[in-house]
């Protein structure tokens, strides 16, 4: 018996899957629930940052051509928040080697309104020629302050919209 149909079935199969397999967790000691397109890896990582040092908790991993990372770190003093927000703001252009880009006021569900809490559009050309996009999201909760970053080649709006609009504080 011939199955002619099998590798037929398979190839639309493999058509049809999602570049981007979401899933949404609490990654634990963020406080926060998010979701990923992949399984991240988790880091941490001294922070020299002009407010204070910190220590970063990071999580990220690579899917469909981009980077998704979210970072979070506590600072000592309320008044550090707002600047932490505001240093972030600056190192993720500077990182890139981009210009100040187009912002917007973050909205995480359950987040602590700040007016350095924003979400950034961002794009460079890198030294090879590569043109980099990449959007932040920077807010805060508490004494606690995050970035969610999306890098790659081209931003999708889709993707955009699952990673950032995937957070939200726990009720």
């Given at each position: ?151 790659g080649p081209r931003i999708g709006a889709d993707a955009a ?11």
């Amino acid at each position: 018996m011939r199955f002619p149909t099998v590798p037929a079935c398979v190839l639309t199969l493999a058509a049809c899957s999602p570049a981007l397999d979401w899933r949404e967790f609490q990654p634990e000691g963020s406080g926060l629930v998010a979701g990923f397109p992949c399984k991240p890896d988790r880091h941490s990582r001294q922070v020299a940052l002009a407010v204070q040092p910190v220590r970063m908790e990071l999580l990220a991993c690579d899917a469909g051509g981009a980077k998704f990372a979210l970072g979070w770190f506590d600072v000592d003093d309320p008044a550090r928040v707002t600047a932490a927000l505001g240093e972030l703001r600056e190192r993720a252009a500077g990182n890139l080697g981009a210009a100040p880009g187009a912002t917007e006021p973050a909205a995480v569900p359950g987040m602590t309104p700040n007016p350095q809490a924003l979400r950034l559009r961002l794009e460079a050309r890198q030294g090879d020629g590569v043109v980099l996009q990449q959007q932040t999201l920077l807010f805060s909760k508490g004494l606690r302050v995050y970035q969610a970053t999306l890098l790659g080649p081209r931003i999708g709006a889709d993707a955009a919209q699952a990673f950032f609009g995937a957070l939200r504080f726990p009720a």
